[in-house]
C-alpha cells in the first residue's frame, strides 16, 4: 500500500490574474507504508535538533513561516532556517520518496479556458491538474503492483475529487481510467501529517523554480535549492496522456 499525499501551492482559485503567484503546482508525494513510521522518527529529529532538543508542542511546518522567518521561526537567523530546510529536502532525496507534480501557468489556463469554454465558465487549476496526477500515480503503482489510498490536506474540499475520481473509475471510458488507486480519498489536518508538511517545502521550491523561469524575480536564496527539488521530483506536464486527459477534462465539464 501507497499512501498519497497530495497538496498545492499557488492556488488562487478561479483568480489567474495574481502576477504575485503566477504559476499554480499540484503535487503528489507517494509514501510506501513500511517508510511512513521510519520518516517521520527522521523528520521529527531533524525538527527536535533545529528546536535545541524537543519538537515544540503544536508544531506544524509552513514554509512561508520558514522562509519569512515569522512564527515558530521569528528568533531564528537566516542560515539557521537554511540548514533546516536543506535537512528536510535532502531527507526526501535520501528516502528516494517519489514526488509528482503538474504546473500551470495561469495567464496561459485562462486563455486556454477562455478559448475552450468561453469566459462565463470558471474552472479552477487544480480540477485540470488532477487528473494528470492521478494518471502518474497510476503508471507508478501499475509498475510496482501496489495499491494507493489519496490523502488530502482537509482545506481542501472533496466534490470535485470525488467526482473524477467517481469518473476515472468508470470502466466505459476506456483507457483514461484509474484501477490502482481505491477509496475515495482521506482529509488530514496538516498540523499532524508530516510528509504534507514535506510536500508542501518542495512545492513551494517547485513553484519558485518555474516561476523564476518565467522572469519572475526569485531570491538567490531560493535558487540554491532548485537543482535538488526539481531532480528529487518527477514533472508530469509532458504526460503521455496528455491529450487524452484534456479531452476527458473537456467531456467532463460540457456535461
Same mark, same amino acid.
Given at each position: 500500500?501507497?499512501?498519497?499525499?497530495?497538496?498545492?501551492?499557488?492556488?488562487?482559485?478561479?483568480?489567474?490574474?495574481?502576477?504575485?503567484?503566477?504559476?499554480?503546482?499540484?503535487?503528489?508525494?507517494?509514501?510506501?507504508?513500511?517508510?511512513?513510521?521510519?520518516?517521520?522518527?527522521?523528520?521529527?529529529?531533524?525538527?527536535?535538533?533545529?528546536?535545541?532538543?524537543?519538537?515544540?508542542?503544536?508544531?506544524?511546518?509552513?514554509?512561508?513561516?520558514?522562509?519569512?522567518? &515569522?512564527?515558530?521561526? %521569528?528568533?531564528? =537567523?537566516? !542560515?539557521?532556517? /537554511? $540548514?533546516?530546510?536543506?535537512? @528536510?529536502?535532502? #531527507?526526501?532525496?535520501?528516502?528516494?520518496?517519489?514526488?509528482?507534480?503538474?504546473?500551470?501557468?495561469?495567464?496561459?489556463?485562462?486563455?486556454?479556458?477562455?478559448?475552450?469554454?468561453?469566459?462565463?465558465?470558471?474552472?479552477?487549476?487544480?480540477?485540470?491538474?488532477?487528473?494528470?496526477?492521478?494518471?502518474?500515480?497510476?503508471?507508478?503503482?501499475?509498475?510496482?503492483?501496489?495499491?494507493?489510498?489519496?490523502?488530502?490536506?482537509?482545506?481542501?474540499?472533496?466534490?470535485?475529487?470525488?467526482?473524477?475520481?467517481?469518473?476515472?473509475?468508470?470502466?466505459?471510458?476506456?483507457?483514461?481510467?484509474?484501477? &490502482?488507486?481505491?477509496? %475515495?480519498?482521506? =482529509?488530514? !489536518?496538516?498540523? /499532524? $501529517?508530516?510528509?504534507?508538511? @514535506?510536500?508542501? #517545502?518542495?512545492?513551494?521550491?517547485?513553484?519558485?523554480?518555474?516561476?523564476?523561469?518565467?522572469?519572475?524575480?526569485?531570491?538567490?536564496?531560493?535558487?540554491?535549492?532548485?537543482?535538488?527539488?526539481?531532480?528529487?521530483?518527477?514533472?508530469?506536464?509532458?504526460?503521455?496522456?496528455?491529450?487524452?486527459?484534456?479531452?476527458?477534462?473537456?467531456?467532463?465539464?460540457?456535461?
Amino acid at each position: 500500500m501507497v499512501l498519497i499525499y497530495l497538496d498545492e501551492s499557488g492556488d488562487t482559485g478561479v483568480n489567474l490574474s495574481d502576477v504575485q503567484q503566477p504559476v499554480f503546482v499540484l503535487g503528489a508525494m507517494l509514501m510506501p507504508q513500511d517508510k511512513w513510521k521510519p520518516c517521520e522518527e527522521k523528520f521529527r529529529t531533524i525538527i527536535s535538533d533545529f528546536f535545541g532538543g524537543k519538537v515544540p508542542e503544536n508544531f506544524e511546518l509552513h514554509t512561508m513561516d520558514m522562509v519569512s522567518r &515569522s512564527k515558530w521561526f %521569528k528568533n531564528y =537567523s537566516i !542560515d539557521n532556517v /537554511k $540548514s533546516l530546510r536543506d535537512r @528536510l529536502i535532502q #531527507l526526501v532525496i535520501d528516502e528516494k520518496i517519489p514526488i509528482m507534480y503538474r504546473k500551470i501557468i495561469k495567464k496561459d489556463y485562462q486563455r486556454y479556458c477562455e478559448n475552450k469554454y468561453g469566459k462565463s465558465i470558471k474552472i479552477e487549476p487544480y480540477i485540470m491538474a488532477f487528473p494528470f496526477i492521478c494518471f502518474g500515480v497510476e503508471s507508478y503503482l501499475k509498475e510496482n503492483k501496489d495499491l494507493a489510498i489519496l490523502i488530502l490536506d482537509e482545506h481542501r474540499s472533496f466534490k470535485d475529487i470525488e467526482q473524477s475520481l467517481k469518473i476515472l473509475r468508470n470502466a466505459e471510458i476506456g483507457k483514461i481510467g484509474t484501477e &490502482s488507486i481505491i477509496e %475515495k480519498g482521506f =482529509s488530514v !489536518d496538516s498540523s /499532524k $501529517s508530516y510528509p504534507i508538511q @514535506l510536500l508542501d #517545502l518542495f512545492l513551494y521550491y517547485l513553484r519558485k523554480y518555474h516561476e523564476h523561469k518565467l522572469g519572475k524575480k526569485v531570491s538567490l536564496l531560493h535558487q540554491e535549492v532548485f537543482s535538488r527539488v526539481v531532480e528529487a521530483s518527477e514533472n508530469l506536464d509532458n504526460h503521455n496522456m496528455g491529450s487524452d486527459i484534456l479531452e476527458w477534462v473537456d467531456n467532463r465539464i460540457s456535461k
